[in-house]
């Protein structure tokens, strides 16, 4: 489980395979601290870690990702150079700082929309209407790896406002419209949905 809240930025700097991908991400966590078999959140997607290592400069870790991960996320487009946010699985003790996170993506939402407000920047996002329905103004959701609050909500668009401290310490910072996003709505919704949806049957 993890919280949104990006605890550091990495870098792919190879990718191996077709369908399934394995990946070695360059990151700044200190590599003795990772164990294998450990879960990483990479931009929003739960990867386990199955090496790790210390380079020149950076530390580094590999991951296996399978081919209905990669049909499911933006994990097909990450190519080498490609910058993830990362979150380290939350332990037994930790701040919640963000909302509940499980590194279980449902859709790919698309930046339709960017505008400056104040030192802060607003981005409006389509998402498919299958999951637009869990989405709520004030609600919680997951992009990219990253808690935010939902502003508004229209149709199948909203919008959540960016504040400069996210833009500089994510990969938020350099988002443009028309690029695509890990989208996880909130786990809390999706059960809301699903007791509703049985009470009414």
């Known amino acids: 489980m993890f919280t949104g809240i990006i605890t550091g930025i990495g870098e792919v700097s190879e990718v191996k395979g077709d369908s399934d991908l394995h990946l070695k991400i360059a990151c700044d966590y200190d590599s003795d601290t990772i164990d294998i078999g450990a879960s990483i959140a990479c931009s929003g997607v739960c990867l386990t870690v199955v090496e790790k290592g210390q380079g020149p400069g950076k530390n580094w870790f590999r991951v296996d990702v399978s081919a209905e991960t990669v049909s499911k996320t933006t994990a097909g487009t990450w190519g080498v150079g490609t910058h993830l946010n990362l ?3 939350l332990k037994i003790g930790d701040e919640l700082g963000g909302h509940m996170v499980l590194g279980h993506v ?31 103004p004030k609600g ?11 502003n508004d909500v229209l149709n199948c668009e909203f919008d959540i406002n960016i504040i400069p401290h ?7 910072g350099k988002r443009d419209v028309g690029d695509t996003v890990n989208l996880e709505i909130d786990v809390i919704a999706r059960y809301v949905a699903r007791l509703y949806s049985e009470t009414n049957n």
Do not use: M, P
């Open 140 to 150: 919680s959701v997951c992009l990219d790896g990253t808690s935010f609050t939902v």
């Open 106 to 136: 449902d859709d790919v939402a698309r930046i339709i929309g960017q505008k400056v407000i104040g030192d802060s920047q607003c981005f409006r996002f389509a998402v498919g209407k299958e999951f637009s329905r869990y989405i709520a």
């Open 87 to 89: 979150e380290r699985a």
């Open 166 to 172: 996210t833009l500089a310490v994510t990969t938020w």
